[in-house]
């Protein structure tokens, strides 16, 4: 590639220039960055988080910009790298694991070791006994053993109960045998699997006596710990390119008749005797549960982040990015900012607000989370230690808080990971041809994500255990032995006002707004639930009613959550008053927008008229749109991130779009290395011009 | 990678295979794939496309077993070869310009040729006069030169007329001279011009004596034909990976006052007189607008085989892929097809109804624009003549459905794309976890068909298009001066009825729910005009209303299309009537889903009570579900893919959909091929076994 002219690098792109047209917006708004910033994070999150990101950026394994460019192979091998490289600034620096996963947020990529250091170390950890720990945890702390989760086959997903692969005890030699009959069986989608790991948690159909238990999880060696080479009767590898997340290598394995002795099945909730060679349950595993609700939880939490970087990326290049005159303008007036066009505020200032409204909803859910555990932990020490103290009502209210719990993770997961995902795609699409490009740094991240919406229970999936739940409730509130949350109580009241209906200020009122969107929940479950009790419908003809409901109720939570946290003295405290009426403007923005959209629902629920949607559209929308523009700028500074983290032409903070896609372009891409012989008639398809090129053709 | 243990090579799916569970789909459906193939096509294409594809697939460079492992340099030079190859076989073979255009199809990537074949050939020869077409065109007819299409700019893609390159007219040498003032002039997003072209169609602002006089196309040399170095003050390259569309150049372009000869403005229409040195027009370019709209009914043309692909592959695998069993279902039971449940159908039954209208409505568009041209034609040449016989009722005329065809295609194209490239990732998603490994081929399809969605008119920009149409038809209509097309039509219909209202049967008749997709976009056409004329809104806050109304016309468009393709005689005779009623089960899901979706759109505007679109969602939409799910894997086998074109493991014809997605990452997987060194503390980060990757990285 010959070098860059001087005459190509004197150019600047025509005035105004983005920098000052970001520093105009800036000057605009009065929102403190800072501020909002500390009432998102806290002050002590983002002074830790600066820390690390300081470490990462001397590191120059971390370094960037050759992502987008690399092919599978590099970006796994380079993603490795990393992925040691981090283990061994965490020893260095003495990071907490908090510390850690903020790193690896930061740097952003899936890596190979994703899942020995979640779900490997979890398992071992809450599902093996204390000498199972001693044997196996303590070497996977240290990283001589690499492990990995298998539990997803190639024929079977969310339905754990059909898995395939068994490990069946033999009273003989006192060893399980771990077995693939079927191509079906083998396991699939494993995150560090494919090359990286050299453990498994495999989980698998255990067989005593000829009889089967169901799923449980055995810990097998399946590479050589020197060599790496997989062990005889194993195969093992990558399953290949996907539409994101490859920097992951995500696997296959297949046993055949593989030995593994006693000690491999985690044993702390059920194991088979080996005097007996009885199977035998001890103590509950609902702890294990517990690990579900607290992984979707995480997902709500990171939803709004996730959503975030999109939005931040989009807002500020609409905001450079200039396109025709207003066709109401004088003549010759200059090309109007993309964001002033009020067809892009709707579509990136609602996703904006939704930000804001998923990352309350996640803080909440992670404080009930929190909660119950407490609640939890206490009841099962107690009745751990013969029920002393704990009458029946505590226990039954700590089942009742896991089971709102779980609904509530369940619907929230979906809604939250879905609005994210289709929300980045949006944003991706807000910012025209240049958002195409890998440059735009949304495409790569979307891509990334979407797997968030099938795994953890697909989105569709989950919808129908938070109808179970509302179906369930519903029906004790109707035998009126429901026990008291908030999800009987929204319930009880339609059912109170079933008779004479309601009448929501939804535009004049915020307590009123959220009572609108638990109407239109209340409502559709009653209606499902008649179709199910009264009318006998079968549960499939059902399913697409119980996936409006579950995203009914989960809005609704979205929406209250959203309200409850303007309403906190945090709130109130942490933020000055006309900022205070910008996250007003924000709540107001999003659940009106999604009343909205949801129009045809909420008018058949009778939670409010034709002409209050209609309004709610033409008028408080817009309005709110006009209002909240001013503040868009500052309002996606309030979430902090880096240039580094964002590595996004378009989002840069400093606005210099242009002049970073062109480097980008022209400076850092490989292709433009070769030079090709064009001509269809040519002897030889292409002539390279540079050693480098030549060589890796050899 | 050690070789595939004979062990595993001996396992199967678990049963059913998918061959059976295709098999039985395949006995349990009348439809007669053969004869709706030739519905859709015509025996000749069906033909022509078969003769083509054994051609391809008998030429070892078409292979498609590396596509999806392949890095960018990699595809982008395979493509090259590919288009190198094409050429050669048209040539050959004596290739027509469609069966070259097949080819480009089932070969299913962009090319680097791609705008060379098209935009670049088109233009010359349309735009060019015929001292012009003897100087570029023969040449770039024979590939001695090779072109691209460079409009587009770092800084400006829709607002054509705000581009930054400047062609200067010099009096003195009678040349022009071609500059990029800045940064943002830089020509972007150029397809076929970052590796491969040595010539370009360079738009540019026209100044002369210092006036200046709108973008003008100019042909201009970028490369030496020899070296294939950038000329002189040339810079020139590829902008870089984007989400999709990986095996095409999109390349970047900047000038430092290059001069060009007098030769090189395209002057069919405008030129400048060297002698007077003054700008000159002549003739009228209202057949280039004719071009675009061409192009834009080529996209909804296509929009229908685009999203079938998807489609396809989904509805085959979901009728393979078993999970769970129905809730209801004696224990024991199999697991059901994923393809049985209702939250499954509701997302892929309505695209697989949405396929065959947007087939037919862009055959009707293609019709159309057919039909225009002979009358354009006809009356240009009486108009060129002197205006003999021309009377302005038929020039009128003229330009009247030019108009009318201009803003049903923009409507369309806007639609249509937006259906596909939305209906495509629904489809991935309803393959749950596997729609992501890119081996389902609907992924990396999607990825490449998403920029449909923003060039040509971006699809939100081409809704203010329509809407100033349907603007000024109303206008007509209310001033009793209006052309006589269906638009005028029905919103004179509405007009006439605004005082009584309506009552559309939507459920019981065919007519009436074409009706009312009718006066609903008719209510939307007044409450703009009403907002923007009476009211006096500003343009920029009746954008989002302009975005529903142009989305309610072109919705009205494919449902009246899809209807009149059912009424015609070639229907009527082509298909046996129990086929005839599955098609009319398509029809009516397609419609009554649609209006279900926009429900309170629908119900606003009076054409349909809050019990009819209740009915239609829970009873009729459901049942459709029903009838037209046993005949689901028989209708996408009628869209005739083959598995070469495919290429995909989840949408295989044969049902071996485990079997291929194995076979792929085992046997395929270049990854695989690696050996990692797992321990973050090695010396060394990695260590290779295999010789062929240690010297790739020499």
Known sequence: MAPTPTWVKQLKPSGPQGSELLAAERAKSNVPVEKLQELLFTKQVIERKKKVLDVLKSEKIFDKSQNYFAGRTDRFETALARAKKLRNLRVEHNWSLDEYRVASELI???????????????????????????????????????????????????????????????????????????????????????????????????????????????????????????????????????????????????????????????????????????????????????????????????????????????????????????????????????????????????????????????????????????????????????NRGAGPEETRSGSDILADLHATSCGLKALSSTIAAEGLEVCRRACGGHGYSSFSGIGPWYADYLPTTTWEGDNYMLTQQVARYLLKSARSVLKGDAPSNDTTSILSTFRSRSEIGCAFDIIGSDGDLVSAFAWRASFLTFEALKHRDEQGKAWNDLLVDFYRLSKAHSQYMVVKNFYSALQSPETRSGVDSSTFDVLHDLFRLYALHTLEQEGSEFYASGACSKHQISLARTNTVMKLLQAIRPHAVRLVDAWGFDDWVLDSSLGRIDGKVYEDMFYRASELNPLNKITVDPYPDSEVLFRKVEDSVVKSKL
Chains 1, 2 share one sequence.
């Open 108 to 386: 952003s990529e899936p890596g190979p070791y994703g899942l020995h250091d979640s779900m490997f170390l979890i398992t071992l950890n809450e599902q093996g006994t204390q000498e199972q720990r001693d044997e196996f945890l303590s070497k996977a702390n240290d990283y001589k053993i690499i492990g990995c989760y298998a539990q997803t086959e190639l024929g079977h997903g969310s339905n754990v109960r059909g898995l395939e692969t068994t490990a069946t005890w033999n009273p003989e030699d006192k060893t399980f045998v771990i077995h693939s009959p079927y191509l079906t069986a083998s396991k699939w989608w494993i995150g560090s699997l494919g090359r990286t790991a050299n453990y498994a948690v495999v989980m698998a159909q255990l067989v005593v006596n000829g009889k089967s238990y169901g799923p449980h999880p055995f810990v097998v060696q399946i590479r050589d710990l020197r060599s790496h080479e997989p062990l005889e009767n194993v195969h093992v590898g990558d399953i290949g390119p996907k539409f994101g997340y490859n920097t992951m290598d995500n696997g296959f394995l297949l046993f055949n008749k593989v030995k593994v002795p006693h000690i491999s099945m985690l044993a702390r909730f059920s194991r088979v005797d080996p005097e007996t060679n009885e199977y035998v349950r001890q103590g509950s595993p609902s702890l294990i549960y517990g690990t579900l609700t607290w992984v979707r939880s995480t997902i709500v939490m990171q939803a709004g982040s996730v959503l975030a970087r999109g939005v931040t990326i989009a807002t500020r290049y609409c905001a450079i990015r200039r396109q025709f005159q207003d066709r109401d303008a004088a003549s010759g007036s200059a090309e109007s900012q993309v964001l002033d066009y009020t067809m892009v505020q709707i579509r990136l200032l609602p996703l904006l607000a939704a930000t804001f409204a998923l990352h309350f909803t996640g803080k909440s859910m992670m404080n009930l989370y929190q909660e119950s555990q407490k609640k939890m932990n206490a009841s099962s020490t107690s009745s751990d230690s013969g």
